[in-house]
């Protein structure tokens, strides 16, 4: 019994230690996106006119803190050659918003949930999505 608590009390301050090395940031949606051959500027078109808007809707509404893209340079078979990256205020923000704000978002981009759903049907022509991943941002403490 002594040994058990011997080794937990010289533990401790190592994982402490351990915790004080780095601190959590906010969270990132990563979004990879591989365009059709042909369709990079149509797509690009299309982010500007739809995906900017509802990105500038949810930063008024403080649901997100930034948003940029990143293109692949050098990119090779089978990567995406987008990257479209979101900063959310907290995970909350990303997990917990109900569906009647995505409803209303909706609403105010396009009419309808039909005129939604007919956009995003003709995005399908030009991208696809490779990979969806929600990250969360470290930092080194000082």
Known sequence: MRTILLILCL???????????????????????????????????DLKRVWRKSMDMMKADGKIKSYTMFTNVNGRHEEPDLWLLVEWTSG????????????????????SEDASQSANMKRGDLREILSNSLLREMSFSD
Not at 14 to 23: G, I, L, P, V, W
């Open 92 to 111: 909350a923000a990303f997990l917990d918003t109900p569906q009647e704000y995505w409803d209303a978002q909706t609403q105010k981009l396009f009419g």
């Open 11 to 45: 533990a401790i301050p190592f994982a402490a230690t351990a915790q004080d090395d780095y601190e959590l940031g906010s969270y990132w949606t990563v979004t990879g996106v591989d365009t059709k051959p042909g369709h990079f500027d149509d797509y690009m078109a």
